[in-house]
């Protein structure tokens, strides 16, 4: 299957300042990529859909301001969490999909997420 | 509103049983469906994907969709202390995200 990286892979950061993850597919170009964040034990919820040259699409209940979203070439996405806090530890996992692939599937490949910590 | 829905579990089953993990979908336009692997601490890996009624098997694993029944499985054979994990149901349609179930937890004991 197609790779999805992700740097850092987790970040310790204090509160207040501003934390960015970058996402890029290493073998193939995604038009679209997806942010997600998952809290332990519960499940991956999908916080905004980045498309290459556009704004981004937030989710309801997602703060576009806090959360920025750069997807400025095929390859790379970046999420910034701006003003960090305490509640925005968490789980931050992108994914993309590969839409020149010639599978019918419409797969969607997850990078191995960043764990951020707000102290 | 989209729907995926799967049993939470923890579904628990001896090392070499057949595991068997259920998913069901609301929305009757959705074109394909997957299995994604999650273990703890790490990103969902994907495992399995359909599209076709009828079974798909690879390796120990098989998918079966019902589109009529708007329902998706994925047995595992011979299952293995390694396949304990959480087991994502995702679900596709054109022009969205991947639509993700909350996941069934598979404990696979030795």
């Known amino acids: 299957g197609a790779v999805v990286s992700q740097h850092p892979s987790w970040v310790i950061c204090k509160s207040g300042t501003s934390v960015k993850i970058e996402c890029r597919s290493l073998?193939?170009?995604?038009?679209?990529m997806f942010w997600y964040r998952q809290f332990p034990k519960q499940s991956l919820m999908l916080m905004a859909t980045?498309?290459?040259?556009?704004?981004?699409?937030?989710e309801q209940g997602v703060e576009k301001d806090k959360f920025l979203i750069n997807h400025a070439s095929l390859t790379l996405s970046t999420l910034t969490v701006t003003s960090a806090h305490p509640e925005d530890s968490s789980f931050y996992i992108c994914?993309?999909?590969?839409?020149?692939?010639?599978?019918?599937?419409?797969?969607?490949?997850f990078g191995p997420g960043t764990r951020l910590t707000v102290l | 509103q989209k729907e995926v829905e799967q049993n939470s579990g923890p579904l628990s089953v001896p090392e070499g049983a057949i595991a068997s993990l259920n998913c069901t979908y609301s929305?009757?336009?959705?074109?394909?469906f997957f299995w994604y692997r999650q273990y703890s601490g790490k990103s969902p890996e994907l495992i399995m994907s359909i599209y076709s009624n009828g079974d798909k098997e690879d390796g120990r694993f098989t998918a079966q969709l019902n589109k009529a029944s708007q329902y998706v499985s994925l047995l595992i054979r011979d299952s293995q202390p390694s396949d304990s994990a959480t087991y994502l149901c995702?679900?596709?349609?054109?022009?969205?995200?991947?639509?993700f179930g909350k996941g069934t937890t598979l404990s696979v004991s030795s």
């Open positions: 980045s498309n290459e040259g556009s704004k981004a699409t937030y």
């Open positions: 073998d193939f170009q995604a038009t679209t």
């Open positions: 995702a679900v596709f349609q054109a022009g969205t995200a991947l639509i």
């Open positions: 929305d009757r336009v959705s074109q394909s």
């Open positions: 994914s993309a999909r590969d839409w020149a692939s010639v599978s019918s599937y419409n797969e969607q490949f």
